[in-house]
């Protein structure tokens, strides 16, 4: 590979390229900035929680702990961090509130943050080349021209993430999309890829992902498959958010890229055609 774009760093050389069935995206941060920015709304919020028991940390030791609790959780469903955040009220002293209340009043915050982006787009305002991590389109035309099939798992709520990829203009190249349900237990990533994998009786290297978060990298790399983390810096919807790609080389990302924007070279790559 002499002439791979500079915005394509191969992280594990020797990586295996070629031969993939099934290729799965997360949603919000890779394919979908309309969620752009969750993460200073879950992260006030779980820090403002946490002064609520009296603990005597500052706000600045609360931030630095929620934030890592924030990375580290990125990619599950919003009901397991709220589970992380009702464990950490208790482990301070304080009966916290269910679970399940923690998250309505962030989907609440949530809301207010995104709506505007949402009506912009129902209403045609906005155009969702606009909304999307720039060359999402690309990338999914020339998947779907290579016959494989393609799946969206998210840790967002099921109908959001269906409504939202039908405002982005997305929804036809997915052959299914697997969102957090409020029977949260039937629904997580690594039962995605098991199902996907066991139902097509394929291997795991038969697998290829791309994704923004830790989970979703890693549990790829378990079952052998290939992950390429999408390190967007999600606010200028271009060029790489280091922290990002830390993240995701911790998590064992193959290959690490800004956006799509090279997808005109990154998927003959990927898939061995060079
Ligand atoms: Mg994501």
Redesign the pocket.
């Known amino acids: 590979m002499s002439n791979l774009s500079p915005n394509i760093e191969i992280v594990r050389h020797g990586h295996h390229r070629g031969g993939f069935q099934h290729v799965l995206f997360?949603?919000?941060?890779?394919l979908s900035l309309i969620r752009e920015g969750w993460q200073q709304v879950m992260i006030p919020l779980l820090v403002r929680t946490l002064q609520s028991t009296n603990t005597r940390e500052t706000p600045e030791e609360l931030t630095k702990i929620v934030e890592e609790f924030v990375a580290r959780t990125?990619?599950k469903q919003t009901i397991y961090q709220m589970i992380g955040l009702a464990d950490m009220v208790r482990e301070r002293g304080v009966e916290p509130k269910d679970p399940l209340e923690y998250k309505r009043e962030y989907l609440d915050l949530l809301w207010e943050r995104i709506k505007d982006r949402i009506h912009a787009l129902e209403s045609g305002e906005v155009a969702p080349e606009k909304m999307i991590v720039p060359g999402s389109y690309e990338v999914l035309e020339l998947l779907k021209a290579r016959g494989v099939r393609i799946y969206v798992a998210?840790?967002t709520d099921e109908p959001f993430v269906k409504n939202e990829a039908r405002l982005l203009k997305m929804d036809h190249y997915f052959d299914g999309m697997y969102g957090a349900r409020d029977d949260y237990k039937s629904h997580s990533k690594k039962i995605v890829i098991e199902r996907i994998l066991k139902e097509n009786s394929v291997p795991g290297h038969a697998l290829l992902t791309f994704?923004?978060?830790y989970v979703?990298i890693e549990n790829t790399k378990d079952v052998g498959g290939v992950a390429v983390g999408v390190a967007t810096n999600e606010k200028t919807g271009e060029g790489i958010d280091e922290w990002k790609r830390n993240r995701l080389i911790q998590a064992g990302a193959d290959v690490i890229i800004p956006e799509f924007r090279d997808a005109g070279t990154l998927v003959p790559y990927l898939f061995g055609e060079d």
Do not use: Q
Not at 26 to 30: A, E, L, R, Y
């Open positions: 997360d949603f919000d941060g890779t990125t990619g998210s840790g994704g923004d978060g979703e």
